[in-house]
């Protein structure tokens, strides 16, 4: 529409996005990279979580925002886990390893990162850095999982249900719609 009228046409969209918020990932993530936008995370550590300040059976001390946030979940800390595993074997921060994998999304992204402390804005760009190996990516991927709403599932095997002779669906061209093949269907 901007187009249409000679206006500015949108180039981001400012999301919540890290590994421990995949939900973006279902519709506005697709919907950017198809018409190339750029995603701009915000939280991009989740409230610190990937930091690496967050260790399980760990006190935080130096966060007076742990009153306000709460401590991660069972399911949050596996992922916490897995990410000073990787920042480990790298020899980095966790704080690296998660703006590290936002940056190997596809299309472009372009995390907000925070600091109140040169120490952290430190660990944030050592970030720039870290080039995470598939097997990383694959392990991060996996127990960050999202379970996404609609319409992400028509994505999967339900797509066929989408698709009708001729129709396009995500740049895939379909065939007859497979019931429909199964048995003699006159109209």
Do not use: C
Not at 83 to 90: E, I, N, S
């Amino acid at each position: 529409m901007a187009l249409l009228r000679g206006w500015t046409p949108l180039v981001a969209l400012q999301v919540e996005y890290s590994l421990l918020a995949r939900t973006v990932e279902g519709e506005l993530a697709p919907f950017a990279l198809d018409q190339g936008l750029a995603l701009v995370p915000w939280s991009p550590l989740r409230n610190g979580f990937l930091s690496g300040k967050y260790r399980r059976g760990a006190p935080v001390s130096d966060s007076a925002r742990t009153s306000f946030v709460g401590q991660p979940t069972e399911e949050e800390f596996a992922v916490i886990d897995a990410v000073a595993a990787v920042a480990d074997a790298l020899d980095t921060t966790s704080a690296a390893v998660s703006l590290a994998w936002l940056r190997a999304r596809a299309g472009t992204v372009v995390p907000i990162v925070g600091a109140r402390r040169v120490g952290q804005l430190e660990s944030n760009l050592a970030g720039l850095g870290v080039t995470l190996s598939p097997e990383q990516l694959r392990v991060l991927d996996e127990v960050s999982a999202p379970t996404l709403n609609y319409p992400a599932p028509m994505h999967g095997a339900l797509r066929a249900m989408l698709q009708f002779a001729g129709a396009t669906v995500d740049g895939e061209t379909s065939g007859v719609y497979p019931p429909l093949l199964a048995g003699d269907v006159r109209y």
